[in-house]
């Protein structure tokens, strides 16, 4: 078993920044794929990008390409996902999620999530 903790939301104005991060525990020489997700009331679970653990090859969604940075410390069994030029659209509940089974970008896919992290978008 793997658990995962997020933390770093909050309210940031448009086109400012913010850094989530997501520590893992338990089983942590099982990760492979760490991935951030992010949902709202009126949207399904979405993905936004993830790496994998040993290469740190990293993977993002079209709408965050170019302004998120996703990163990982082995060595502390801790992930970060950098928001950069934040906009309204990116206002969103952000899911840490490890270890999908297939389809690196299908939420369905993973076992292991945290618990959430609002982030706050203000126009």
């Known amino acids: 078993q793997v658990q995962l903790v997020e933390s770093g939301g909050g309210l940031v104005q448009a086109g400012g920044s913010l850094r989530l991060t997501c520590s893992a525990s338990g089983r942590t020489f099982d990760l492979n794929i760490m991935a951030w997700f992010r949902q709202t009331t009126e949207k399904e679970r979405e993905f936004v990008a993830a790496?994998?653990?040993?290469?740190?090859?990293?993977y993002y969604s079209d709408s965050v390409k170019g302004r998120f940075a996703i990163s990982r410390d082995n060595a502390k069994s801790t992930g970060y996902l950098q928001m950069n030029s934040l906009k309204h659209e990116d206002t969103a509940v952000y899911y840490c999620?490890?270890?999908?089974?297939?389809?690196?970008?299908?939420?369905?896919?993973?076992?292991?999530w945290g618990q959430g992290t609002q982030v706050t978008v203000s126009s």
């Open positions: 999620a490890a270890n999908p089974v297939g389809k690196i970008s299908s939420p369905a896919r993973y076992d292991y």
């Open positions: 790496i994998t653990w040993s290469g740190g090859t990293t």
